[in-house]
């Protein structure tokens, strides 16, 4: 087409006239032209015949005609005449803006997954499942999780808000496709979908009218992560088959994280529950006599290992107690769970504990039957308080000997002898029997503190005459004084290198105080 100077049109060939019907020879341009081309028309005129320095598409102009978008290329004649060729570009801005969405979409997918993934959090991942969703997806999203007992949890967001955790949903089966989309069926195209008749539980408050929705399941690790809801407010553009094409992608990412956190959530149930039981218990109080004990595992990560102990108190009076420290073979969580074995077979076999050797006789055939490839030595102490004394029975299955702790510093190695459990068909045992006078201890270890190496060369064991030239200095002291002294100089032995378990129990018989005054006046003075 060509314009004249005076804002008419001159001529117009058969392609433009196609495109302008109204354009004609003598025709004003801004009666037959849309705005952004008699706008960039006006730009132009004026211009001289020379050439643009940026060539003939420097004033190029865009914009729509109907429904299609076309380029407005303009020469200038040297007779002030415009010569104007529309190209039609709408096949090439719709492959931009189809670029662009995909782009934006794919930028969204990544964000999502960064997010989704940073937390093993199960409320937080429905947090930012909801609110990814009402940021880009939506107006507002819900995140409905699997039912937990009778109630399915739910939180919402709506956009430019904060995830809001609403307790329970109502009845799935109230809103199309949702029961089917927490069993993990596909879902149902959102128009299928009545918004009108949706249960009030589904909007957030205040939201308004719902004009669309979409339902969709969120898909787990082999089961169902829940179900995502998506509401778009009325008089917005309903979701279109691309969108909700996208909403499942997304669904997708986020089902996993779900899925993965709720794993996470019920395995860590698992093993506090488990740490409970394969942890070393409090001591119980038994009357008339003192323990105290330390634990240590292996690796700062772990709190569990193979060293063990327990204080299975007498039954009824005039009964010993029993006393078991044990050390399993090997490190972590499998030497913990055969650790676990031995002490529920040893409380199975409480009964019989007036006879260590038959105790341990039964628990050596456990071992050997046993799927673990597996040793343990352990030592049994009977404690029976007998006037201001306690009498001690001690049983060593391969576990380094007892060491007693007398009034004056001396300490003596309780004479008791055994082979290990779960090596050999038979086991051999020579128990020793001790009396503890007031204040005395029998102090109970793991080969970890004799064992552990370190000192000033790195590589030293901390060896068996350290361990005793550390307890003649404990002579007097409280039970709970002596162990932590031991778990101190061991742990400083070995610095910040590796070490194997440590545990230690101590027994003693408790000091007797009494008080007395002289002729019934002054401060008084105590015997032992």
Same mark, same amino acid.
């Given at each position: ?65 109907? /429904? ?26 719709? $492959? ?14 990544? /964000? ?12 937080? *991942? ?6 990814? $969703? ?12 699997? $039912? ?60 308004? /009218? ?18 995502? =809801? ?39 149930? =698992? ?21 105290? $004990? ?16 327990? *204080? ?171 162990? /932590? ?21 101590? *027994? ?21």
């Amino acid at each position: 087409m060509i314009a004249a100077p005076d804002g008419t049109v001159r001529e117009v060939n058969r392609a433009a006239a196609a495109v302008l019907p109204g354009a004609a020879p003598g025709v004003r341009i801004d009666d037959v032209t849309p705005g952004w081309f008699t706008a960039a028309h006006r730009r132009l005129r004026g211009l001289r015949a020379e050439p643009s320095p940026d060539g003939p598409d420097a004033a190029a102009a865009h914009g729509p005609v109907g /429904e299609r978008s076309f380029a407005a290329h303009p020469v200038v004649r040297g007779d002030g005449a415009v010569v104007w060729w529309f190209v039609d570009e709408t096949a090439h801005r719709l $492959a931009d803006a189809q670029l662009r969405t995909e782009r934006q979409r794919t930028a969204f997918l990544v /964000e999502a997954s960064t997010r989704l993934l940073s937390s093993l959090n199960l409320s937080r *991942v429905m947090d930012v499942t909801a609110r990814l $969703a009402a940021e880009h997806l939506a107006d507002a999203a819900l995140v409905v999780a699997p $039912a937990a007992g009778r109630r399915h949890p739910v939180t919402y967001c709506v956009r430019g808000g904060t995830p809001v955790r609403a307790g329970s949903a109502g009845t799935p089966a109230d809103v199309p496709g949702l029961e089917e989309a927490l069993q993990g069926f596909p879902p149902v195209p959102s128009r299928w979908i009545d918004p009108a008749a949706s249960p009030d539980w589904v909007v957030p408050p205040g939201f308004g /009218e719902v004009g669309s929705m979409v339902v969709t399941p969120l898909p787990g690790h082999g089961v169902p992560a829940g179900a995502l =809801i998506l509401l778009r407010r009325s008089g917005q553009a309903s979701f279109d088959e691309s969108e909700e094409l996208f909403a499942r992608l997304h669904a997708a990412r986020a089902g996993a994280a779900l899925s993965a956190a709720r794993m996470y959530a019920e395995q860590a149930s =698992i093993t506090k529950t488990l740490m409970r039981e394969l942890l070393p218990p409090p001591l119980p109080p038994v009357a008339g006599i003192e323990f105290a $004990a330390g634990y240590s595992p292996s690796g700062e990560s772990e709190r569990i290992g193979g060293d063990f102990y327990d *204080v299975h108190p007498a039954s009824g009076s005039g009964e010993e107690s029993l006393v078991v420290l044990g050390d399993v073979c090997g490190k972590g969580l499998e030497a913990a769970v055969l650790t676990g074995k031995i002490r529920n077979s040893l409380h199975a076999l409480l009964p019989l504990a007036d006879d260590h050797s038959r105790m341990l006789t039964l628990l050596n055939g456990a071992l050997l039957t046993s799927r673990h490839a597996r040793f343990a030595t352990l030592v049994l102490c009977s404690v029976l308080r007998r006037g201001r004394d306690v009498r001690l029975r001690l049983s060593s299955a391969g576990h380094p000997s007892p060491l007693i702790v007398r009034h004056d510093g001396q300490v003596e190695e309780a004479r008791t002898r055994g082979t290990l459990l779960g090596a050999l068909p038979a086991v051999t045992v020579s128990s020793a029997t001790v009396s503890l006078a007031p204040g005395e201890i029998c102090l109970l270890y793991t080969d970890g503190i004799t064992e552990a190496r370190g000192g000033p060369l790195g590589d030293d064991v901390f060896g068996d005459e350290r361990l005793r030239d550390a307890l003649a200095g404990c002579a007097g002291m409280p039970t709970e004084a002596v162990v /932590e002294r031991v778990q101190m100089l061991a742990s400083d032995w070995v610095g910040g290198g590796a070490h194997d378990d440590m545990a230690v129990v101590a *027994v003693a018989a408790p000091r007797v105080r009494r008080f007395s005054a002289v002729d019934g006046q002054g401060p008084g003075r105590s015997a032992g």
